[in-house]
Nanobody, 115 residues
């Protein structure tokens, strides 16, 4: 069973930066697709960034140029560097692992951006 543990959320002023981390247990990480999603109050969960483990990354249009996803396979950890944060980035951020037909979610970490 895979466990994903997010950390790094918090309160930040608009224009500031945060780095989220997601540590994965088990042995699937190196070959897994890792992604960050977010869900704001009253809204659907949406994909923020994805890393397919083979050098391909993808971003939501709303975060392109501001957010960067990266991974450390030696540490089984995926990161989301968030710069130039905006109030509309306020949400609970979730880490997700996809490995074939298997999918796992973290518990989420709150990011709040104040004006």
């Amino acid at each position: 069973q895979v466990q994903l543990v997010e950390s790094g959320g918090g309160l930040v002023q608009a224009g500031g930066s945060l780095r989220l981390s997601c540590a994965a247990s088990g042995s699937l990480f190196r070959s897994a697709v890792m992604a960050w999603y977010r869900q704001a109050p009253g809204k659907q969960r949406e994909l923020v960034a994805l890393d397919n483990s083979r050098g391909l990354t993808n971003y939501a249009d709303s975060v392109k140029g501001r957010f960067t996803i990266s991974r450390d396979n030696a540490e089984n950890t995926v990161y989301l560097q968030m710069n130039s944060l905006k109030r509309e980035d306020t949400a609970v951020y979730y880490c997700k692992m996809d490995y074939g037909s298997l999918e796992y979610w973290g518990q989420g970490t709150q990011v709040t951006v104040s004006s």
